[in-house]
């Protein structure tokens, strides 16, 4: 059974910080590694990694995999209040599903 | 990326009864899924709706308690059927960009809360 493990569940921060989001993952027939970000409702796609070593960066926000250790990892820098939500990542496969972990909770303080 | 739109975005039922979410993709995509989360859980993949055939579930999921159509490729239905209060989710669909293999754009979401 697919399975993606994210770590921590939880973590409070002040504004400005800079935090790490782990996420490791036994995904069969794997393709690619995506994070999104919710806030209330529907999850919002941040990243999709296919290959590893590669950081992906988008603004405060960067992610990079690692195919060989099955690990990865979203960056997020000088954080802001707005940043506080779940971040989620998951496994996809080459048929197309995605298994999700249990997601981190972040919450930023001012 | 696509436009998701869920009816209804949310709703209270009784137990026993039965609700139908439906699911519209503003473009024609090959890839709609649905998803539940459970309160304070992560999303958990119910099924693929495939277009001109029957879903695909997944391990802990029959189509007598989620029946899903599909019946063209903008469109999708999800029905949670005899539902009890562990029903109680918020249901989402997704869809994945066509030619970009494994990346789905969410719907809004149907909280569903059952008494």
């Known amino acids: 059974e697919d399975k993606v493990v994210q770590s921590p569940l939880s973590l409070v921060v002040h504004e400005g910080d800079t935090v790490t989001l782990n996420c490791s993952y036994e995904v069969t027939n794997f393709r690619s590694l995506l994070w999104y970000k919710q806030e209330k409702k529907a999850p919002t796609f941040l990243f999709m990694l296919t290959s590893s070593g590669i950081e992906k960066k988008s603004g405060r926000l960067s992610s990079i995999l690692d195919k060989k250790e099955l690990f990865s990892i979203l960056n997020i820098t000088a954080t802001q209040t707005g940043d506080s939500a779940v971040y989620l990542c998951?496994?996809?496969?080459?048929?197309?599903?995605?298994?999700f972990g249990q997601g981190t909770i972040l919450t930023v303080h001012p | 990326s696509a436009v998701i739109s869920q009816k209804p975005s949310r709703d209270i039922c009784q137990r026993g009864t039965s609700l139908t979410i439906q699911c519209q993709v503003d473009?024609?995509?090959?890839?709609m899924f649905w998803y539940r989360q459970q309160p304070g859980q992560s999303l958990t993949l119910i099924a693929t709706?495939?277009?001109?055939?029957?879903?695909?579930?997944e391990s802990g999921f029959v189509i007598d308690k989620f029946p899903i159509s599909r019946p063209n490729l903008t469109f999708s239905t999800l029905t949670v059927s005899n539902m009890s209060p562990e029903d109680s989710s918020i249901y989402l669909c997704?869809?994945?960009?066509?030619?970009?293999?494994?990346?789905?754009?969410f719907g809004p979401g149907t909280r569903l809360t059952v008494l």
């Open positions: 997704s869809v994945e960009v066509p030619t970009r293999y494994n990346e789905q754009f």
């Open positions: 998951a496994g996809g496969t080459s048929y197309g599903k995605l298994t």
């Open positions: 473009s024609q995509v090959t890839m």
């Open positions: 709706a495939n277009q001109g055939s029957e879903a695909t579930y």
